[in-house]
């Protein structure tokens, strides 16, 4: 049936919200708010629009761009209801300057709305960082080096920016005080290649006469000076020689005067360095600070620093890039829920909920008293959370490989100067817990002790939610976002305890999950900028499976964790629109695919990893689990070579190369067949890999997987389907899947009429499953369905799509089905007998979309909201038409705005 476009209908069902009300809100320029440190002299503008009118939409848009109140370039009034990403066309910008724009938008129905923004251009041109030099300890080792320069201020100031970074991280301070809220900046990057650095706009911060400007650089992954302490974990090698081995810092302070003078004060070796009191830092091992060694004012003018030396000057060329995505900072903080003494002089807290950050202490005592400070995921050795009770202590037996013991060894010191009350938290660490451990050896020497939980990490927007009648799903989407929050450290961190490496296998099993909970756009470009980099550093079209890569011995990949740089690129577009990113990648994904096809030319693709920490259980009945499965290695890893070609060839569409589409199509369709002549048994209608061990069981895996992406022949579908779902009963309907196979059930069963089973599947309350993980305590999404360590792994975020796409039916977008980014709308929301109700919220380009159903009696009343400038498609429950109505449709058209549906449900 056409999709009806409602006239009288709509009046008899839907009750719309009338107003006059038009207004531009949420400007963006390269998709970030007042942006400071542009490296582009054409960026791009965006805005959202909001209506209380029903199907209103922008009708014409104008933009102007000023320049100290000067008016430098007013585009055409332009009829478009374009809102995302328009091009600067005006004359060329200036590096180091600040400009203001103003959006003019107009509607449907005339209605005129204004606002304005403001966005300035960093450091771009020829030689823009011209005499300032990389600069560090001149001794050797030294892990946190303090750098100070003082420079005199004559004049009154128009404007003074600082940009400023390190290898690998640093804090930057101006007279006395630090600058920005960043934390563990700059976020990691292929530091051989790029660096990334930050920009401040520091005029308030000046004053006439003397002034100072200071770093403190600290360790990252891959910087590194000096040997390991061998009590404190640190789990990774130390392969980089020459000037990574040493944390350095470069900065250029550029003051423009009211007269016109620009001035600029730069980082070289005429700048003193010395020693505070951080005397180690590891991102891996933790933190010592000794408060009485804290040179106080060291950062300001007529400190005495006639003991400092001279700064040493470091040759290093990597490319210096504007950090334009959000930074890392602490977003959150939490008290805890319970305290215990554990014995005399040992106190431990317990937060209620995982977190991946730092604590935070207030303090105040005896001059010298030392605690030491660390976390855990669990307690008493147990794989499982639980609240707080006398008697117990954290969980520090869990090792990991060579590493070893990360939640005994990784720990902060501090040593109290004597004040009265002291704070303090780490500058260059963060870890997982839930519980903190306080130890002194002197207890008596203390006053008073205070201690939360502090949460770092890249600080996007969230608003994304869901919600529903059933606990277990609820706590899972939460669980999802907390996940998320503790691996976003610069990039998608496999978890922030025990590798805290990007791990590329895991990613796109929740991106799609993140970009429904997070504006996520500018954190997964900068990181698809990492593969690319670390792709140019090799030399190669080799996407290895830590990104950034830190560790050189972990080099071998896999199409199965590779594939993630197509499917990534492509989740961009889906979700956001911006083609700009298939441009930037496509040289990039066609060197992947070459690499692979270099590497393997006849036969299937050799896989390293499989579907990654399957479930089992031995003998005795114990949870047990493998890292990989080798037995469908061969198998998933091709299925996911195809997956590359078929998602090249879609971009290679999009783009216009007609001849790349063709053939990436064709070798894709090629290579499905070479797979299922190997794998797939006619005889028995589904798919066959050798035998896994006693234990283990990869049948699920091994036929969803070529069922996932359309390499199963077509004619043998519904066979495959049964042959699954007999397997599922025959475990209880329990998955017996680990990553790769997971993430294609929660895909494939509510396309295929499935989702009463994947609910059965979903809310298990026993192992294997998230409901398992649920009963246990979980407040994170674990790696292992058996709860062994670790416990902050996004792998596994996949169930989120079945809760908002498919419960609540906000539908992730699919060019292929013409809803880029959310433009256009599918609301399809499955009803679950055992729902009552369901709700979810997803932050797009153009506003928030929403969908809630409830159940009352036998109505279905149903609440959709498209914001203003969109427009979708309501697609009928099965099992309800529309009430009171003689016309019935199984979809049903909608502009932007808020309706409500009553449904009755179908007798049969």
């Known amino acids: 049936m056409k999709p009806l476009q409602y006239t009288s209908l709509l009046s008899l069902l839907i009750f719309t919200r009338l107003s006059a009300g038009f207004s531009v809100s949420n400007l963006e320029v390269e998709t970030l708010t007042n942006p400071l440190g542009l490296d582009t002299s054409t960026p791009r503008f965006s805005w959202q629009l909001q209506s209380d009118r029903n199907g209103a939409s922008q009708n014409a848009w104008q933009i102007q761009v000023l320049n100290d109140s000067k008016v430098l370039w007013t585009s055409p009034k332009t009829l478009s209801d374009q809102q995302l990403d328009v091009p600067y066309a005006g004359p060329s910008l200036e590096r180091n300057t600040k400009y203001t724009w103003q959006i003019t938008s107009w509607s449907d129905h005339g209605e005129k709305a204004e606002n304005s923004g403001s966005f300035h251009i960093g450091l771009i041109g020829e030689n823009p960082w011209q005499d300032a030099e990389w600069i560090g300890a001149a001794e050797d080792p030294l892990p946190s080096p303090y750098l100070r320069k003082e420079f005199s201020v004559g004049k009154k100031i128009k404007s003074a920016y600082l940009y400023v970074t390190g290898v690998g991280y640093f804090e930057a301070y101006l007279n006395g005080k630090k600058i920005g809220d960043e934390v563990l900046a700059p976020s990691p990057s292929q530091y051989q290649h790029r660096v990334y650095y930050s920009t401040f706009e520091v005029t308030d911060l000046l004053s006439k006469g003397e002034n100072v400007i200071g770093m403190i650089l600290g360790e990252s992954q891959a910087a590194a000076s000096g040997d390991f302490l061998e009590e404190r974990f640190h789990n990774r090698a130390r392969n980089y020689p020459g000037p990574l081995e040493h944390p350095m810092g470069i900065a250029k302070l550029l003051i423009t005067y009211e007269d016109g003078q620009v001035v600029g004060i730069n980082s070289d070796a005429s700048w003193k360095q010395g020693r505070g009191g951080l005397r180690y830092n590891s991102f891996y091992g933790g933190e010592d600070f000794d408060a009485r060694l804290e040179p106080l004012g060291w950062a300001e003018a007529g400190y005495d620093d006639s003991e400092w030396v001279q700064a040493v000057e470091y040759d290093f060329d990597a490319q210096l890039t504007s950090q334009n995505f959000e930074p890392i900072r602490v977003v959150d903080t939490l008290e805890p829920i319970k305290r215990i003494e554990v014995e005399p002089g040992v106190w431990l807290y317990d937060l209620g909920q995982l977190i991946g950050g730092w604590w935070k202490i207030d303090v105040s005592g005896k001059a010298g008293t030392t605690l030491k400070i660390q976390g855990a995921e669990t307690l008493n050795e147990s794989h499982y959370p639980k609240q707080l009770e006398k008697g117990d202590r954290i969980s520090v037996g869990f090792a990991h490989g060579r590493g070893g013991h990360y939640e005994r060894d990784a720990y902060t010191l501090y040593t109290l100067r004597g004040d009265s009350i002291e704070s303090y938290e780490p500058r260059f660490f963060y870890s997982g817990f839930r519980y903190i451990q306080v130890s002194c050896d002197s207890p008596e020497d203390l006053k008073s002790l205070k201690i939360v939980g502090r949460t770092t990490h890249n600080d996007l927007p969230q608003s994304g939610s869901f919600e529903c009648s059933n606990p277990v799903l609820t706590q899972l989407h939460i669980n999802t976002a907390w996940t998320i929050k503790a691996i976003f450290q610069g990039g998608p961190m496999s978890n922030p305890n025990s590798e805290k490496y990007g791990w590329t296998g895991d990613a796109h099993l929740f991106a ?62 889906a979700y956001y629109g911006d083609t700009s990113v298939l441009k930037d990648h496509y040289q990039g994904l066609k060197d992947w695919v070459a690499y692979l096809q270099e590497l393997h030319p006849t036969g299937l693709m050799q896989g390293v990893w499989a579907d990654h920490v399957p479930p089992g259980v031995d003998e005795d009945g114990n949870y047990i689990q493998r890292g990989m499965s080798d037995e469908s290695a061969e198998l998933i890893a091709s299925v996911y070579y195809c997956v590359s070609l078929q998602t090249l060839s879609k971009i290679a569409e999009i783009l216009g190369n007609d001849d790349d589409q063709a053939l990436y199509a064709k070798t894709a369709a090629s290579f499905g067949k070479k797979i299922n002549e190997k794998y797939f048994k006619k005889d028995l209608g589904y798919y066959v890999v050798p035998p896994a061990p006693k234990g283990f069981h990869t049948e699920q895996a091994a036929n969803l997987i070529p069922l996932h992406y359309g390499i199963a022949p077509e004619e043998a579908v519904d066979g495959i389907f049964e042959y699954i779902r007999k397997d599922l009963a025959k475990h209880g309907n329990h998955l017996t899947t680990g990553i790769i196979g997971t993430k294609a059930m929660v895909d494939l069963f509510p396309a295929n009429g499935m989702e009463e089973l994947l609910y059965k599947v979903a809310t298990q309350p026993d192992y294997p499953g998230w409901g398992f993980w649920i009963e246990k305590g979980a407040t994170t999404h674990w790696q292992h369905w058996s709860g062994a360590p670790d416990h902050s792994h996004g792998m596994f975020g996949s169930i989120s799509n079945f809760l908002v796409a498919d419960i609540a039916g906000i539908r992730i977008p699919d060019p292929e089905f013409g809803t880029t980014a959310y433009k256009s709308i599918i609301f399809g929301p499955l009803v679950l007998d055992d729902l009552d109700y369901a709700n979810a919220s997803v932050p797009t380009r153009f506003g928030m979309v929403e969908s809630s159903w409830v159940k009352k009696e036998d109505k279905l009343i149903v609440t959709l909201s498209l914001p203003t400038g969109t427009s979708g498609r309501f697609l009928i429950p099965e099992g309800y038409e529309l009430s009171d109505s003689k016309e019935q449709s199984d979809k049903i058209s909608l502009d932007s705005g808020v309706w409500d549906f009553e449904l009755r449900k179908i007798s049969n």
Do not use: C
């Open 512 to 573: 799609q999950p993140t970009n429904m909970i997070f504006d996520a756009q500018n954190f997964w470009n900068k990181w698809l900028r990492d593969i690319r980099d670390t792709q140019e550093y090799y030399e190669t079209g080799h996407v290895v499976p830590t990104i950034p890569n830190f560790r050189r011995d972990i080099t071998t990949t896999s199409p199965t964790w590779g594939t993630v740089y197509p499917l990534i690129v492509w989740y961009q577009y």
